[in-house]
């Protein structure tokens, strides 16, 4: 069955805060704001990109499936969200040189440099996500990364 990638629907709203409370995350805005990736009927990852100033994008928001883990469904959406992030935020523009932006949490920082993002100082993330780490009391455990991937 083929995938597809789509911004989501209100009907897609509970499947959504499920898949993000899973992953301690929440919708982040408006659920027609955010996209999922599907294959049928069936959702098997979800996320929100915004566009913070005319060449930078910000990776708010991602989450799979837990049993769709590990198969390429994770790789796949991000691959399209980086390859053209202006399609997947509301009333964006397009730009020839970009960089997308992101916070990794515990583990995932390898799973977004196998994606093509490198590893950078939370000062240079957009405001307000250069400070969304600090003086959070799971920072320790959460071993959170800030992140950006350069697109052409």
């Not at 929440?26 to 990852?45: I, P, Y």
């Not at 913070?52 to 994008?57: A, G, K």
């Not at 049993?67 to 523009?93: H, V």
Request: aromatic share 10%; proline share 3%; glycine share 6%.
């Amino acid at each position: 069955m083929e995938l597809l990638v789509s911004f989501a629907e209100a009907k897609e709203k509970e499947t959504l805060n499920r898949l993000f409370s899973e992953s301690d995350m929440c919708l982040a805005g408006e659920v027609e704001d955010h996209v999922v990736l599907k294959e049928g009927d069936s959702v098997l990852a979800g996320a929100r990109l915004v566009q913070m100033d005319e060449t930078l994008f910000h990776l708010m928001v991602f989450a799979v499936e837990k049993e769709k883990r590990a198969n390429g469904a994770g790789r796949y959406l991000l691959e399209q969200l980086t390859k053209s992030p202006w399609a997947y935020c509301r009333e964006a523009t397009a730009a020839s040189d970009y960089t997308v932006t992101t916070v990794a949490r515990g583990g995932a920082a390898s799973f977004y440099q196998k994606c093509g993002f490198r590893k950078i100082p939370f000062s240079e993330l957009p405001e307000p996500f250069a400070e969304q780490c600090v003086g959070c009391p799971e920072q320790e455990t959460c071993k959170s990364m800030a992140m950006a991937f350069t697109g052409q």
